[in-house]
């Protein structure tokens, strides 16, 4: 008998397009339209056109480049064809790594991609397209092998056969697009907008208005193959239980590689799959090992799908960070904080609902009573919604204030200035206009006037006689939203970035043009540089050999690092969230300035 044709499955809904084709559409490349300064930045949709928001680049590209960099200064009497030579493996290196310096965030490493797929995988087991099959299997492999220890042995065929299934799609999108290619998917306009129109859609599938499935021809044939016997058939039954499962991890699957392949490196893909697989094989391996202990399992029953509908709502509240990306990265003003948040609230408060069962969706069984779960589930999520509410009015909310659109953007603001003033002392007597400042009103902090072009902030650092202190930063670098919320506000460090620093904030994804005058050829990646976000990215990656932000410069009025006791550089500052190392840096700065 068909271990699957025990299953009555709901009928194919919809067509979709399998994974590998989500990650092998092209998007097209035209040119963001320039914005002139000190007007109003905000554009229309129907003016928008995408251009690559600058893309993550691999660290050790860059330091192949600063090798290279140094050994051409060693060898200044080389010949010409050697120049040549080294300059084209140079460029040869950029293009592969897609304007270095540009990254929003430091990558996760495989470690956090793989637990992330663990949980994911843990998640999907219950599910109601998983969690059913797990007494099916289980009793299958006992009753068809005859003895304990050769149902254990097909059990673990059978658990790593899922394994690499999975893997193998993981490889396939790594090997096939590249980690070039995977970057540019989290971080280009459209796919963008993709993932978040994709995320929706898995959203509403978990909330059960239809089944994301594969053909039915495809199961019936893997289902076919498994009567064969054999390695080939546990294969195969394998494949079965991935075809037949899509419905439910086909969401968590495709949320998991949009976020490996935006974050992490090469190996993401394989490395998220490789963890989500583990933990979908682990139970069926386990429980074939002791099958008694499937009688300590709750039975199936209208909480499986009360699971999923939780996950849909979650997938609707992570797909609007990818809206939020497009909208601070090419300054429509449309999914400000305040309404970013207006929408996470709205969401928390359904699930709290759903959760005390006043929503009902059209698979969910009656409830006689209210389970101590749901109970607790309910309190927490309500607290979280209550949490988030007084960040309509300018709260910093700390704790997600990183998947937040930046405090710049809230209309009503009502959060005090950090240590009590308004501004700092030289913000109070200069009224120049600031270079590129009306790009930036979304990053806007309360109480500090930051200038936005290296140029003019040396002028300025000679003239108060201040050090500068620059802050490469982005509209989606989460790190800087953690540095600025969690670091910055800080009484005392907020005192001395107003008082004691010029602070210079470059942003190196703004899409703004620069003017035809300003434009240049990178001696660095030798590409044109047309884009504000392009020359702050040129600049990061050419001379301070970094290509992640936020990254924090101590400069002195002539644009020199400024140096330790040892005639050292001070050394570059990144995401670190200590306030005492953090102040130490600055305070650094200040005693080699003042010598």
Same mark, same amino acid.
């Given at each position: 008998m068909k271990l699957f044709s025990k299953i009555n499955w709901l009928p194919t809904s919809i067509a979709v397009v399998t994974l590998l084709i989500i990650f092998g559409l092209n998007a097209p490349k035209p040119v963001y339209a320039a914005q002139k300064q000190g007007k109003d930045t905000t554009v229309s949709a129907g003016d928008v056109q995408f251009t690559d928001i600058p893309t993550a680049a691999d660290s050790i590209a860059i330091r192949k480049k600063a090798a290279m960099e140094a050994a051409a200064k060693t060898t200044q009497n080389a010949v010409s064809s050697a120049e040549a030579a080294t300059r084209q493996a140079a460029a040869t290196a950029d293009n592969a790594s897609k304007h270095a310096g540009s990254q929003s965030e430091k990558p996760k490493t495989l470690w956090q991609i793989f637990i992330e797929g663990l949980i994911g995988g843990f998640t999907?087991?219950?599910?109601?397209?998983?969690?059913?099959?797990?007494?099916?299997?289980?009793?299958?492999?006992?009753?068809?092998?005859?003895?304990?220890?050769?149902a *254990? +042995?097909?059990?673990?065929?059978?658990?790593?056969?899922?394994?690499?299934?999975?893997? /193998?799609?993981?490889?396939?999108?790594? *090997?096939?697009?590249?980690?070039?290619?995977?970057?540019?998917?989290? /971080? @280009?306009?459209?796919?963008?907008?993709?993932?978040?129109?994709?995320?929706?859609?898995?959203?509403?599938?978990?909330?059960? =208005?239809?089944?994301?499935?594969?053909?039915?021809?495809? =199961?019936?044939? !893997? %289902?076919? @193959?498994?009567?064969?016997?054999?390695?080939?058939?546990?294969?195969? +039954?394998?494949?079965?239980?991935?075809?037949v499962s899509f419905s439910c991890t086909g969401p968590i699957i495709g949320t998991?590689?949009?976020d490996a392949a935006s974050k992490g490196d090469r190996l993401g893909p394989a490395m998220g799959m490789f963890g989500f697989s583990l933990a979908l094989a682990l139970p069926f391996t386990i429980f074939a090992l002791f099958p008694s202990g499937l009688k300590s399992?709750?039975?199936?029953?209208?909480?499986?799908?009360?699971?999923?509908? *939780?996950l849909g709502f979650l997938e609707l509240a992570f797909a609007l960070k990818f809206l939020s990306n497009v909208d601070l990265a090419y300054h429509w003003h449309w999914f400000d904080r305040e309404v970013f948040l207006s929408l996470w609230?709205?969401?928390?408060?359904?699930?709290?609902?759903?959760?005390?069962?006043?929503?009902?969706?059209?698979?969910?069984? %009656? =409830?006689?009573?209210?389970?101590?779960?749901?109970?607790?589930?309910?309190?927490?999520?309500?607290?979280?919604?209550?949490? +988030?509410?007084?960040? !309509?009015?300018?709260?910093?909310?700390?704790?997600?204030?990183?998947?937040?659109?930046?405090?710049?953007?809230?209309?009503?603001?009502?959060?005090?200035?950090?240590?009590?003033?308004?501004?700092?002392?030289?913000?109070?007597?200069?009224?120049?206009?600031?270079?590129?400042?009306?790009?930036y009103t979304a990053l806007k902090i309360k109480g500090l006037d930051p200038w936005f072009d290296y140029d003019q902030a040396l002028q300025v650092s000679k003239e108060l006689h201040k050090p500068i202190l620059i802050d490469f930063t982005g509209f989606a670098c989460v790190n800087c939203r953690n540095m600025e919320t969690n670091v910055w506000s800080d009484p005392v460090v907020f005192k001395k970035l107003q008082n004691d620093f010029v602070l210079l904030q470059l942003v190196v994804d703004d899409k703004a043009n620069l003017d035809v005058k300003d434009q240049f050829t990178s001696k660095y990646s030798f590409k044109k540089i047309i884009t504000v976000g392009?020359?702050?990215?040129?600049?990061?990656?050419?001379?301070?050999?970094? @290509?992640?932000?936020?990254?924090?410069?101590?400069?002195?009025?002539?644009?020199?690092?400024?140096?330790?006791? %040892?005639? /050292?550089? *001070?050394?570059?500052?990144?995401?670190?969230?200590?306030?005492?190392?953090?102040?130490?840096?600055?305070?650094?700065?200040?005693?080699?300035?003042?010598?």
């Amino acid at each position: 008998m068909k271990l699957f044709s025990k299953i009555n499955w709901l009928p194919t809904s919809i067509a979709v397009v399998t994974l590998l084709i989500i990650f092998g559409l092209n998007a097209p490349k035209p040119v963001y339209a320039a914005q002139k300064q000190g007007k109003d930045t905000t554009v229309s949709a129907g003016d928008v056109q995408f251009t690559d928001i600058p893309t993550a680049a691999d660290s050790i590209a860059i330091r192949k480049k600063a090798a290279m960099e140094a050994a051409a200064k060693t060898t200044q009497n080389a010949v010409s064809s050697a120049e040549a030579a080294t300059r084209q493996a140079a460029a040869t290196a950029d293009n592969a790594s897609k304007h270095a310096g540009s990254q929003s965030e430091k990558p996760k490493t495989l470690w956090q991609i793989f637990i992330e797929g663990l949980i994911g995988g843990f998640t999907a087991v219950i599910l109601p397209c998983i969690y059913p099959l797990l007494p099916l299997t289980v009793s299958f492999f006992t009753k068809k092998s005859g003895s304990r220890s050769k149902a *254990i +042995m097909q059990s673990l065929i059978y658990g790593i056969s899922i394994i690499v299934i999975y893997v /193998t799609l993981g490889l396939l999108i790594s *090997i096939i697009f590249g980690s070039s290619a995977l970057n540019e998917l989290a /971080t @280009n306009g459209i796919f963008n907008i993709f993932f978040f129109l994709l995320l929706i859609v898995f959203g509403i599938s978990f909330l059960g =208005a239809f089944e994301i499935t594969l053909p039915s021809s495809l =199961a019936n044939k !893997l %289902d076919e @193959n498994a009567d064969k016997g054999g390695l080939a058939g546990i294969f195969f +039954m394998a494949s079965t239980l991935v075809v037949v499962s899509f419905s439910c991890t086909g969401p968590i699957i495709g949320t998991l590689l949009v976020d490996a392949a935006s974050k992490g490196d090469r190996l993401g893909p394989a490395m998220g799959m490789f963890g989500f697989s583990l933990a979908l094989a682990l139970p069926f391996t386990i429980f074939a090992l002791f099958p008694s202990g499937l009688k300590s399992l709750p039975k199936s029953g209208g909480w499986l799908n009360s699971v999923k509908v *939780i996950l849909g709502f979650l997938e609707l509240a992570f797909a609007l960070k990818f809206l939020s990306n497009v909208d601070l990265a090419y300054h429509w003003h449309w999914f400000d904080r305040e309404v970013f948040l207006s929408l996470w609230i709205a969401i928390g408060l359904m699930v709290g609902l759903y959760l005390l069962g006043k929503i009902k969706f059209s698979h969910d069984s %009656d =409830a006689p009573y209210l389970t101590i779960p749901r109970v607790f589930l309910s309190i927490i999520v309500f607290a979280f919604v209550v949490y +988030m509410i007084p960040g !309509l009015w300018g709260a910093p909310l700390k704790s997600i204030s990183a998947f937040l659109p930046p405090i710049g953007t809230q209309d009503f603001d009502l959060s005090p200035v950090p240590g009590g003033s308004s501004a700092g002392a030289e913000t109070k007597s200069d009224t120049r206009e600031r270079k590129y400042a009306s790009n930036y009103t979304a990053l806007k902090i309360k109480g500090l006037d930051p200038w936005f072009d290296y140029d003019q902030a040396l002028q300025v650092s000679k003239e108060l006689h201040k050090p500068i202190l620059i802050d490469f930063t982005g509209f989606a670098c989460v790190n800087c939203r953690n540095m600025e919320t969690n670091v910055w506000s800080d009484p005392v460090v907020f005192k001395k970035l107003q008082n004691d620093f010029v602070l210079l904030q470059l942003v190196v994804d703004d899409k703004a043009n620069l003017d035809v005058k300003d434009q240049f050829t990178s001696k660095y990646s030798f590409k044109k540089i047309i884009t504000v976000g392009d020359k702050w990215s040129d600049l990061e990656a050419d001379r301070f050999k970094s @290509n992640s932000q936020p990254l924090y410069v101590l400069l002195d009025s002539d644009g020199n690092e400024l140096k330790q006791k %040892d005639g /050292t550089p *001070i050394p570059h500052y990144n995401a670190d969230y200590h306030i005492d190392r953090y102040l130490k840096f600055l305070d650094s700065g200040i005693a080699a300035y003042k010598k």
